[in-house]
């Protein structure tokens, strides 16, 4: 199972990206999905995830600007980013939990995308 991120690149502030990421391989059932990003020295953080049902959560930092969903026939998961700020720059990691059959459950994780917000 891979998880294959796409949309990153450079944007100004105030501009818009959009994230998505591709769950590829056999897959039995997938749980909550996310996006979480990471700065040099910092920890990873989460900045939005959204469980099978469609509940969302997000980072009280990006709460209003980005918008997480994602389609459950297509196994994927999008990020919308307005409003993007310089401090949204990061490494962006898209995130699954789910099970490849029905005895194996894991945390999958993307190789990441950077995001960089510049003038």
């Known amino acids: 199972v891979q998880l294959e991120e796409s949309g990153g690149g450079l944007v100004q502030p105030g501009g818009s990206l959009t994230l998505s990421c591709a769950v590829a391989?056999?897959?039995?059932?997938?749980?909550?999905m996310g996006w979480y990003r990471q700065t040099p020295g910092k920890q990873r953080e989460l900045v939005a995830r959204?469980?099978?049902?469609?509940?969302?959560t997000y980072a009280d930092s990006v709460k209003g600007r980005f918008t997480i969903s994602r389609d459950n026939a297509k196994n994927t998961v999008s990020l919308q980013m307005n409003s993007l700020k310089f401090e949204d720059t990061a490494v962006y990691y898209c995130n699954a939990d789910l099970r490849e059959t029905l005895r194996t459950r894991g945390d999958y994780w993307g190789k990441g995308t950077l995001v960089t917000v510049s003038s």
């Open positions: 959204i469980t099978g049902g469609g509940t969302t």
């Open positions: 391989g056999s897959i039995f059932s997938i749980y909550t």
